[in-house]
């Protein structure tokens, strides 16, 4: 597929569980992005990876969050003993990040419910 | 002060109407503005690039005004299928991070 990939595409888990959520990006593309959108709310910015440079981690919640990047392909998106609040839809998009082309594309996100 | 503002309505017209929606920015170094649109239920998608002379994609037209620091979206002659919730993004000039405002709802009627 050409598109960027996210699985689960929806996940449940117990409140206290670990959860890993996984982002394919369309190949060659060096820019990476991870947000999070709780019902009726907007985008909330959480991690952003470019090339081999270090990850801008400002975005993140809370230290039960992780993620890493494989070079320029698959990410993960790590939430550790979680919680109700972090229930929501976990989009990730990629970036080609050229000159003049910075259009971010977004997979189909993951829905977590956290019971 | 939020870095992206949007009014996030709903805006309620009917087809055929002209409407518009602002977006304004507080970083003055802020580089480059994008339009998204976001359907109930799915992922953001690209609608069109700002351009510092304003930009124009069939029924859409986009203005960036840098000195007052706002971001315009006009559609024309409004489709049932424009009923969207449209985001403001914005790129700061040495930071690489996409901000996104909340998004102005859209619901075109018949």
């Known amino acids: 597929g050409a598109g960027v990939s996210q699985s689960p595409s929806n996940k449940v888990t117990e409140k206290g569980k670990d959860v890993e959520l996984r982002c394919d990006p369309i190949s060659g593309h060096t820019a990476l992005y991870w947000y999070r959108q709780r019902l009726g709310q907007g985008l909330e910015f959480l991690i952003y990876f470019q090339g081999n440079s270090a990850p801008d981690k400002s975005g993140l919640p809370s230290d039960r969050f992780s993620a890493e990047r494989t070079g320029e392909s698959v990410s993960t998106l790590t939430i550790q003993r979680t919680q109700q609040e972090d229930s929501a839809v976990y989009l990730c998009?990629?970036?080609?990040?050229?000159?003049?082309?910075?259009?971010?594309?977004f997979g189909q996100g993951t829905r977590l419910t956290v019971v | 002060r939020k870095e992206v503002e949007q009014d996030p309505g709903p805006f309620n017209v009917p087809e055929g109407a002209t409407v518009a929606f602002n977006c304004t920015y507080s970083n003055s170094a802020s580089q480059s503005f994008f339009w998204y649109r976001q359907d109930c239920r799915k992922e953001p998608k690209l609608l069109m690039s700002v351009y510092s002379s304003g930009n124009e994609d069939g029924r859409f037209t986009a203005q960036l005004n840098r000195a007052s620091q706002y971001i315009s979206l006009l559609i024309r002659d409004s489709k049932l299928s424009d009923s969207a919730t449209y985001l403001c993004v914005v790129i700061v000039s040495g930071y690489s991070t996409l901000t996104f405002g909340k998004g102005t709802m859209l619901l075109v009627s018949p």
């Open positions: 998009a990629s970036s080609p990040w050229t000159g003049t082309n910075t259009e971010a594309f």
